[in-house]
C-alpha cells in the first residue's frame, strides 16, 4: 500500500468518523421534534413515542460512550463498532414501522392534533432516513476494519 493510498484511507475514515458524530447529533435534534410534537399520548401514538423515547436515550447513551472514552477506557472484548451497528439497525427499523404508524393513524382523522401528529410522522420519516445513513456508513466502518 503506497503512501498516497494510506492517506487517501485516513482521509476517508476522518470523513466518516465526523459524518457519525453529526448523524448522532442530527438523530437527538429530530428526536426531540418527534416526542414533543406527538406529545401527549392519542390513539396510534404511543408505539411512536416509545421509538422515539426508546432510540433517543440510546443514541444518547453512545454519545456518552464515545465522548468520555468509555471504548477506549474498558478492555472488555466487545466489538463496539458492531455493537452500535446493530443497534443503529434495529432504531431504523423500529422508526421506519413507527413513523408508517403515526401516518396511517393521524391521517384520516379531523381536529387540533392532526397537524402536530403528522409533523411528527414526517419527522420520524426523516430521523429514519438519517439512521439509515448511519447504519450504512457504521457497515462500512465495521466492514473497513474486518
Not at 127 to 133: D, E, K, Q
Request: one cysteine or more.
Amino acid at each position: 500500500m503506497s503512501d498516497s493510498d494510506l492517506k487517501d484511507s485516513n482521509e476517508i475514515e476522518l470523513i466518516a468518523a465526523d459524518l457519525e458524530t453529526l448523524n448522532l447529533g442530527t438523530t437527538q435534534i429530530l428526536g426531540i421534534l418527534c416526542m414533543s410534537l406527538a406529545s401527549p399520548v392519542y390513539t396510534g401514538t404511543g408505539f411512536f413515542l416509545f421509538v422515539a423515547t426508546t432510540s433517543f436515550i440510546l443514541t444518547l447513551l453512545w454519545i456518552f460512550v464515545y465522548f468520555l472514552g468509555i471504548r477506549e477506557a474498558l478492555t472488555l472484548p466487545i466489538n463496539w463498532i458492531l455493537t452500535e451497528l446493530m443497534n443503529t439497525g434495529i432504531v431504523t427499523v423500529l422508526y421506519f414501522i413507527a413513523f408508517i404508524i403515526q401516518l396511517i393513524t393521524w391521517s384520516p382523522r379531523h381536529g387540533y392534533y392532526k397537524g402536530v401528529n403528522i409533523t411528527a410522522g414526517v419527522f420520524g420519516m426523516i430521523n429514519t432516513g438519517v439512521y439509515a445513513l448511519g447504519t450504512y456508513l457504521l457497515y462500512v466502518e465495521w466492514k473497513n476494519r474486518n
